[in-house]
């Protein structure tokens, strides 16, 4: 069984953190094994793994130098995965437009004019709250909302004139602020970076990391394969829905896993 050489440890202060280094003594297959176990990024009790490096003492003694790095308190973070198949991921913010009445306080005055029929001058109390372009019988008579004065009604009596713009005229749509999440796995094929990106685009479903955000739902819309000249990777792009409504499954399907 492997064992920590004597005298072997040496700890290194600088204004870069601690700096911790010991080795293990024992066969090559024991320290190989505690070699494979410990690849460098991985968090450990004395910080997180530098390096290694396994060489040959005498016979069939072997030893195995191990390199940790910390914070100037003793403390490290975790590095993102870099193991085959893993997947590391990174949050940013982008932008998403959104119509006019996705708008959780939208009002029907903000993109429709209100038109009204010959000799009506009043402006009726419910245009200032309306949310829908339904009227009741006795007001449509009288009145309709329109989107553009091209609409605009034509009886017995006359063209209809328009009574009110729209509050927001000239506006469609309003920018929200949406969260995205890029994943990155590395893999040892083009094929197997393939398969992770497939049948993924512009459908929804969901980052492995979503770093704790929670409504809507997820949809991607970014994929690549990329050689980095040493491994293939496979990255993937996921958009936060726009509202707690998610994407609409009536024009997207959902990812196959």
């Not at 959780?104 to 402006?123: F, K, M, Q, R, S």
């Not at 329109?146 to 605009?152: L, R, Y």
């Amino acid at each position: 069984m492997a064992q920590v050489k004597y005298q072997s440890r040496t700890v290194e202060s600088s204004t870069d953190g601690v700096s911790t280094t010991f080795s293990y003594f024992g066969t090559r297959e024991e320290l190989l094994a505690l070699q494979n176990a410990g690849r460098p990024g991985i968090s450990a009790p004395d910080g997180r793994i530098k390096n290694s490096r396994l060489f040959q003492q005498e016979g069939d003694v072997w030893c195995l130098e191990m390199r940790f790095e910390s914070d100037a308190d003793g403390s490290s973070s975790v590095a993102p995965p870099t193991e085959y198949g893993e997947r590391s991921a990174s949050l940013k913010g982008a932008m998403l437009s959104l119509p006019l009445e996705n708008h959780e306080d939208y009002l029907t005055n903000w993109n429709y004019y209100l038109a009204a029929a010959p000799g009506i001058t009043a402006i009726p109390e419910w245009w200032s709250s309306a949310v829908g372009t339904s009227l009741p019988d006795n007001d449509a008579q009288n009145y309709a909302w329109i989107k553009t004065t091209g609409e605009m009604p034509v009886d017995r009596n006359g063209r209809w004139h328009i009574l009110k713009e729209p509050a927001q005229k000239g506006c469609d749509s309003y920018d929200v602020a949406v969260y995205t999440v890029t994943e990155t796995i590395r893999c040892r094929t083009q094929n197997d970076a393939g398969d992770l990106v497939a049948n993924k685009l512009n459908r929804i479903g969901a980052p492995e990391n979503d770093f704790g955000i929670t409504g809507g739902d997820w949809k991607c819309d970014d994929a690549s394969v990329s050689w980095s000249g040493k491994y293939w990777l496979a990255t993937l792009t996921w958009t936060r829905s726009g509202d707690d409504r998610g994407w609409n499954e009536n024009f997207y399907t959902k990812a196959v896993n």
